[in-house]
């Protein structure tokens, strides 16, 4: 008699009530995933380059006032590197904590609630940042006084 | 001599792979929060140079300055971990050694750590 030959698991075509990706979910969580290792590795090279501009170099922390900002930002450079820390931090730090209130809140209106209120502070957070970063003026004029620094024009 | 069966626990639970998780969300969430206030207090730029000297000198004493070196603590620990989960997850050799590489993770962290307090307590201390 013939011996049977058992198919591995994964060989061949997965009945459609044994897939793991349902259709209306797409692959998101797979792609969310993904995200958070990318990001991270990226994060890290920003952020350490960041904490060291304004806690270690120069004065470190007692460096930091408005003129340091302005000094920063009179750079593209700086403008899309804080930029893209933003955007990055803010999406890696919303998927994780969105992942943190899928295994805790149980009751779905709870869940429901707690993410709609995440979803709506990163939202305001990520233009609120942004619209900082490209609208800044290093030498404003507030209530027709013009700010005083050295590298703004006088008269 | 009958040796008595204790259960070591399963390799996840209850050991450093599950310690080093915790931490891991805890640093976590910690950032999140700080993040949300930081880009607030940076978006005082926008209203006056003065609005934002004023916060930013009140930020100017030991406790801020403690709690930016436990900040920094946070960061440093989640990044170095973070680096730590990509290589178990796409390193051949990754989940063989996480619990060697999680070592290494909390040397690094002390060595970053011990040379950023000294750097960042005297500017705090020292006026
Ligand atoms: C410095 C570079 C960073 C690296 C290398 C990094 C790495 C990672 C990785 C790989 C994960 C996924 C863990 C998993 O799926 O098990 C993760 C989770 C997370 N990260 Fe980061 N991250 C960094 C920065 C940040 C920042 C700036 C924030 C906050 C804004 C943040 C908040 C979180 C949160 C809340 C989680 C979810 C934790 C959990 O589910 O237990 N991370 N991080």
New binding site residues.
């Given amino acids: 008699m013939a011996v049977p030959i058992i198919e591995s698991p994964r060989s061949g075509r997965v009945a459609p009530e044994y897939s793991r990706t349902s259709s209306s979910r797409g692959n998101f969580e797979m792609i969310a995933?993904l995200f958070?290792?990318l990001s991270?590795?990226i994060?890290?090279v920003l952020?350490f380059v960041h904490l060291w501009t304004s806690m270690v170099a120069g004065d470190g922390i007692n460096g930091v006032d408005f003129g340091f900002v302005a000094g920063k930002w009179a750079s593209p450079i700086w403008q899309i590197w804080d930029l893209t820390m933003l955007w990055l931090?803010?999406l890696?730090?919303t998927n994780?904590?969105r992942?943190?209130i899928n295994d805790y809140a149980e009751k779905n209106s709870t869940r429901m609630g707690l993410k709609a209120v995440l979803y709506a502070s990163t939202v305001v957070i990520v233009i609120l940042g942004t619209l900082v970063i490209f609208t800044f003026d290093p030498c404003p004029v507030i209530d027709g006084v013009a700010h005083v620094a050295e590298y703004c024009p006088t008269s | 001599m009958s040796k008595t069966l204790v259960p070591a626990g399963t390799l996840y639970r209850g050991r450093e792979g599950q310690w080093s998780?915790v931490a891991?969300?805890i640093t976590?969430?910690v950032?999140?929060f700080f993040?949300l206030v930081h880009v607030l207090d940076t978006s005082l730029v926008r209203v006056s140079p003065e609005a934002y000297d004023a916060v930013i000198a009140s930020y100017k004493n030991p406790i801020m300055g403690l709690g930016e070196l436990g900040l920094v603590a946070a960061?440093v620990f989640?990044?170095f971990n973070?680096?730590r989960?990509?290589a178990v997850d796409f390193w051949k050799q990754g989940p063989r050694y996480h619990r060697q590489m999680l070592w290494g993770v909390v040397g690094l962290w002390a060595v970053t750590m011990i040379a950023f307090s000294i750097r960042h307590l005297s500017h705090v201390f020292g006026g």
């Fill in positions: 995933w958070m290792r991270g590795a994060l890290v952020i931090a803010m890696h730090g994780g904590v992942v943190i | 998780w891991h969300r976590g969430v950032i999140f993040l960061i989640h990044a973070g680096l989960v990509i």
